[in-house]
Nanobody, 113 residues
Framework: QVQVVESGGGLVQPGGSLRLSCAASGSIFNVMRWYRQAPGKQRELVASISSAGTTNYAASIEGRFTISKDNAKNTVYLQMNSLKPEDTAVYYC?????????WGQGTQVTVSS
């Protein structure tokens, strides 16, 4: 049974930083993606990283967020810098393993003074 668990969310002031973690247990992922969903908005793809290390970013966060991975821990990180109030959302991790996709439960990120 694959489990995907996010952590690291919280309340931060504008301009601050947070690092989110996403751990996938049970199997090695092919691609890990971070999504976010703000209240009243559709879920959007933020960043992705493949098992080979290829990364992609949404234009809205490029240059501020960095996705990385620790193969030994089968864990992916999302380092978020220069956070803005519009980054406030629930952040979800999705692990693609073979032909299947597994979602985490989400972690709340609130950017507010």
């Amino acid at each position: 049974q694959v489990q995907v668990v996010e952590s690291g969310g919280g309340l931060v002031q504008p301009g601050g930083s947070l690092r989110l973690s996403c751990a996938a247990s049970g199997s090695i992922f092919n691609v890990m993606r971070w999504y976010r969903q703000a209240p009243g908005k559709q879920r959007e793809l933020v960043a992705s990283i493949s098992s080979a290390g290829t990364t992609n970013y949404a234009a809205s966060i490029e240059g501020r967020f960095t996705i990385s991975k620790d193969n030994a821990k089968n864990t992916v990180y999302l380092q978020m810098n220069s956070l803005k109030p519009e980054d406030t959302a629930v952040y979800y991790c999705k692990a693609t393993i073979g032909l299947n996709a597994y979602w985490g439960q989400g972690t709340q990120v609130t950017v507010s003074s």
